[in-house]
């Protein structure tokens, strides 16, 4: 069955002005793509000005703006309606229909952090830029990287959206910020590890734009999964065995064998990921793609515990701790207080923990399942 949607006239704003990095219009279109719209039909624009770009998969079709009662009755062939100069949360429309809704955009309950915004003129365009930004924001980030590392990650996308810098781009320049990192402590052993935690932060805020960008633009590609993935995991244990190594050549006679131990596990983490991504995950970069043994749907209910239990302080601090935000971030409060073998110490405990719990799922359970996919 064919999933249609149309754009209609006259338009709520300027269909041509541009938000965060494209045109009004093609954010409409990729965003009904998105949602897994087949036909696009658009009012009251001459089939040659209709939008080219060798990402939209979705049929455009251009129709002339209705004048009669029966062709305001065609509008209602398609399963979502919208005028054209409207920007909206990028995933409405996809949550309307999963939910089975049918009919006007606007029309619909929206949930409290979506929105539709008709751009007009420059001031408009700024504040639903404004918005489009804010819903890059994500429940599952970190405390790090709430407090921190979004509010300087999303003023550094803003400024490079209307530039041709891509995603794999910006994953690459956020690497050589940890390659340096690792470099200078390398280099410059334990007298060095303030500057080296210094950039290895700056790796960890620039690495949440390449993710703005993709989502914002709509360029994405297994290649940046696969990208981002493995510079991230080359930077975490690079920077760990560095510190190890920096630690131990100023006297720690634990940090050595520390640094081994977690990097050992952590390679062995990475084999048992990378495995899972191509023959479980079809080969995707990305680690949503898989759910290993244990695992909780992200999306499903999870069960209530009572906001100041000791068993959800527990969970919740064990789990902020674990993210990657937050052991980068520790580096650098440490190495300021002379105390550097504490996230050593940590992220050791988490690598041979993921080291560990990886390589026993594939060898009691057979290793991973594909993560189911959204309807």
């Not at 300021?336 to 992220?347: H, M, N, R, T, Y």
């Amino acid at each position: 069955m064919t999933r249609l949607a149309r754009l209609t006239a006259p338009p709520a704003g300027d269909p041509s002005l541009h938000v965060a990095g494209m045109s009004v219009l093609l954010r409409q279109l990729f965003s009904l793509q998105d949602a897994g719209i087949d036909v696009i039909e658009i009012e009251g624009t001459p089939e040659a000005q209709l939008p080219l770009d060798s990402r939209l998969t979705v049929r455009l079709v251009a129709v002339p703006a209705p004048v009669s009662e029966a062709d305001r009755a065609d509008r209602r062939r398609a399963l979502l309606q919208a005028r054209l100069g409207l920007v909206w949360h990028r995933l409405l429309p996809k949550r309307l229909l999963l939910g089975g809704y049918h009919g006007d955009l606007e029309a619909a309950q929206l949930e409290p952090d979506e929105f539709v915004s008709p751009v007009f003129d420059a001031a408009s365009a700024r504040a639903a830029e404004d918005r489009l930004l804010q819903s890059l924001l994500k429940a599952t980030d970190g405390l790090i990287s709430r407090a921190i590392n979004r509010r300087i990650s999303l003023r550094v996308t803003r400024m490079v959206l209307e530039t041709p810098l891509t995603p794999n781009q910006m994953t690459i320049i956020a690497s050589l910020f940890g390659l340096a990192a690792i470099a200078v402590v390398v280099a410059g052993g334990a007298d060095w590890l303030v500057p080296g935690a210094v950039l290895l932060q700056i790796q960890s805020i620039l690495d949440g734009c390449d993710g703005e960008i993709s989502r914002l633009k709509y360029i994405r590609s297994r290649l940046g999964e696969w990208l981002d993935q493995v510079l991230d995991d080359l930077v975490n244990v690079g920077y760990f065995a560095a510190t190890g190594w920096a630690l131990s050549q100023a006297g720690s006679g634990i940090a050595l064998p520390v640094a081994i131990a977690g990097t050992g596990f952590h390679i062995l983490y990475q084999i048992s990921l990378y495995t899972a991504l191509v023959t479980r995950g079809g080969g995707s970069g990305s680690v949503a793609s898989i759910r290993w043994s244990g695992q909780l749907d992200p999306h499903a209910p999870k069960p209530e515990l009572k906001p100041n239990s000791l068993i959800r302080i527990v969970k919740e601090t064990i789990e902020m701790a674990g993210r990657r935000d937050f052991f980068t971030f520790l580096y650098l409060p440490a190495a300021l207080l002379g105390i550097s073998l504490v996230p050593l110490l940590w992220c050791a405990f988490i690598f041979i923990g993921t080291g560990l719990v990886t390589s026993l799922d594939w060898l009691l359970r057979g290793g991973p399942r594909p993560a189911p996919r959204s309807a």
